[in-house]
């Protein structure tokens, strides 16, 4: 299990990479199977150079204009409110991009990357950022960074490493601590990494914003030695958990400084997706059985009140009640998280449906209207999520149907039809139209926050235990 969630959206890798090198798959040739690598290979690198040439250090490449914008302190911005004037980038894309490289084995690639980032990388910045999306791309990025720059098993850093990585986390997480100086443990959404808690700063945040944080913080402290950073992301946690209703359920959004819900419906998809997936995940890597107690109550909870057939639609947490009849491309995380639990017959039913879904429409729209089979007027967008294909490749380990690997080449065809242009892969603006936007997010090269490859898992199960 990926330390921070790290996924790659050469996820796309991990749907085909490993089992191209699977022999029940004895229907793909030698041949094919060098083609379907080849092609995911050139992917990456077209993604990865463009961003190079023309973006970094800056955040984000913008595909269209051949450009770059510096978007660390829009994510989570819907209004884009309190924007610095005077950032300049944090190479974030190439902090996420990290992991893909040693996946690949660019192992060259990857030691200029880390030296780079030793040498020029500073959080001592006028910058408002939002926590949940800090601790997850840019935290977990070195963290995961820093546990395969000092693995012995890789071929990389001869005696040039000496923890930088980790210093630059640990210097970050530390950042990051006043947003936790609330009477409820809760977390602020947004904290300025040069000057801290802002004035009049907003109390509101998500489920997944405050219940989100332990795989990162908990696993720089067990590299660090220091217990702060998962003190308080587990006191957050359980705060958050304590709040759930008599039904095993939470809402969406929250009141840091009060302890009291804002929005009581609820789902599996944005707000709450990630409070799921890291209660699962950290019982796997921290071992302990109070994670697992939470999640597994928490899972009967969403069978119970939210699954319909193979859907998931929204319900009030007081009651359980439906509320929204809609599918979001993020719900798409949770079929690979049932085949973690070994709920396999349930993640296949879901995971059909979303392919249906892709299927119909080329890529995977953010939002769906279920009870009106249609898509959201005014989210018609697709940001290169890489979520279905995480959880097909759960469901081909789980399962070795050469289905899922069919599955995962459409993705890859799809990608490079709809999104692909000379200068890098561009996000979707209308699913119904394929009109692109000019933004090539930086999850796409390395959603480094949300899936696991096996050789990281295996590493950090041995780093942290």
């Known amino acids: 299990m990926s330390i921070c969630r790290f996924l790659k959206w050469v996820m796309l890798l991990l749907v085909i990479f490993p089992s191209l090198f699977d022999p029940s798959l004895s229907h793909f040739d030698s041949a094919k199977k060098k083609q379907m690598r080849e092609k995911v290979r050139k992917m990456f690198y077209h993604a990865y150079e463009n961003y190079m040439t023309h973006a970094f250090p800056h955040d984000e490449l913008k595909p269209l204009t051949r450009s770059f914008t510096d978007s660390l302190c829009e994510l989570g911005n819907l209004k884009l409110e309190h924007l610095p004037q005077n950032y300049n980038g944090t190479a ?32 001592d910045v006028d910058a408002r950022v939002n926590l949940f999306e800090g601790n997850i791309r840019v935290l977990g990025g070195l963290v995961s960074a820093h546990i395969l720059a000092t693995d012995s098993m890789n071929r990389l850093i001869q005696g040039s490493y000496k923890n930088q990585l980790l210093d630059l986390a640990k210097d970050l997480g530390q950042r990051f601590l006043p947003a936790f100086d609330t009477p409820t443990g809760l977390p602020y959404a947004w904290i300025n990494l040069k ?100 999640f597994h109550s928490a899972y009967l909870a969403v069978q119970k009140y939210f699954r319909h057939g193979p859907w998931y639609h929204e319900a009030d947490m007081r009651t359980g009640k439906a509320t929204y009849w809609q599918l979001t491309s993020l719900q798409a995380f949770w079929p690979g998280l049932q085949v973690l639990v070994g709920d396999i017959e349930a993640a296949n039913s879901s995971h059909r449906e979303f392919v249906h879904v892709w299927k119909k429409f080329g890529v995977l729209p953010e939002r769906y209207l279920l009870d009106h089979q249609m898509v959201h007027p005014t989210e018609k967008y697709y940001p290169l999520r890489p979520e279905l294909a995480e959880s097909t490749f759960y469901l081909y380990q789980a399962t070795k149907d050469p289905w899922y690997i069919e599955v995962g080449e ?56």
Not at 267 to 290: M, Q
Request: charge should be negative; charged fraction near 20%.
């Open 92 to 123: 974030l894309t190439l902090i996420e991009s990290l992991s893909s490289l040693v996946i690949l084995g660019n192992y060259t690639e990857f030691e200029r990357a880390v030296l780079w980032l030793s040498e020029n990388l500073s959080f």
């Open 195 to 294: 000057y801290g808690l802002m004035k009049n700063e907003t109390t509101e945040t998500s489920t997944s914003g405050c219940g989100s944080l332990i795989l990162e913080m908990g696993a720089l402290s067990r590299l660090t030695g220091d217990p702060k950073y998962e003190s308080a992301s587990l006191r957050a946690l359980r705060k958050l958990w304590s709040m759930r209703s008599s039904l095993n359920l939470l809402g969406t959004t929250l009141d840091v400084e009060t302890g009291e819900w804002i929005e009581h419906s609820s789902g599996i998809g944005a707000g709450v997706d990630s409070f799921y997936e890291y209660l699962f995940k950290a019982h796997i890597l921290f071992g302990k059985e109070d994670f697992w107690r939470m």
């Open 410 to 465: 459409a993705i890859v065809d799809s990608l490079n039809l709809y999104t692909k242009v000379e200068g890098g892969f561009a996000s979707i603006r209308d699913v119904t139209t394929m009109q692109t936007e000019d933004h090539q997010h930086s999850f796409f090269l390395a959603e480094t926050k949300k899936s696991q490859n096996e050789q990281v898992q295996c590493l950090c199960k041995s780093v942290l235990h």
